[in-house]
Nanobody
Framework: VQLQASGGGLVQAGGSLRLSCAASGRAFLINTVGWFRQAPGKEREFVGNVNWNNGHTYYADSMKGRFTVSRDNAKKTAYLQMNSVKPEDTAVYYC??????????WGKGTQVTVSS
């Protein structure tokens, strides 16, 4: 399974951004796709994930309300919708998939920068 995150960029505080995570290869093996972020000098933190089969979502408590994770099976793509962004949302955002068999796959991150 290969993952490619995209959609990052520069956005003003209060704005919105949608990140995409395109899966290729044996995408049918995916159980869930999760989003993580890592700000400079900080540890990587979990944002939320989506069950690839039934669309159920789960979020870190601190991410509830402004972030929405979804997926489009036909496009083999997961999304992270970010609303009302804040400067503290500035980070590299990664998507990762856990697949049947217990392996994890990570995509290269996409930079999100929120200006105040």
């Amino acid at each position: 399974v290969q993952l490619q995150a995209s959609g990052g960029g520069l956005v003003q505080a209060g704005g919105s951004l949608r990140l995409s995570c395109a899966a290729s290869g044996r995408a049918f093996l995916i159980n869930t796709v999760g989003w993580f972020r890592q700000a400079p000098g900080k540890e990587r933190e979990f944002v939320g994930n989506v069950n690839w089969n039934n669309g159920h979502t789960y979020y870190a408590d601190s991410m509830k309300g402004r972030f929405t994770v979804s997926r489009d099976n036909a496009k083999k793509t997961a999304y992270l919708q970010m609303n009302s962004v804040k400067p503290e949302d500035t980070a590299v955002y990664y998507c990762a998939a856990d697949v049947v068999g217990g392996l994890d796959y990570w995509g290269k991150g996409t930079q999100v920068t929120v200006s105040s």
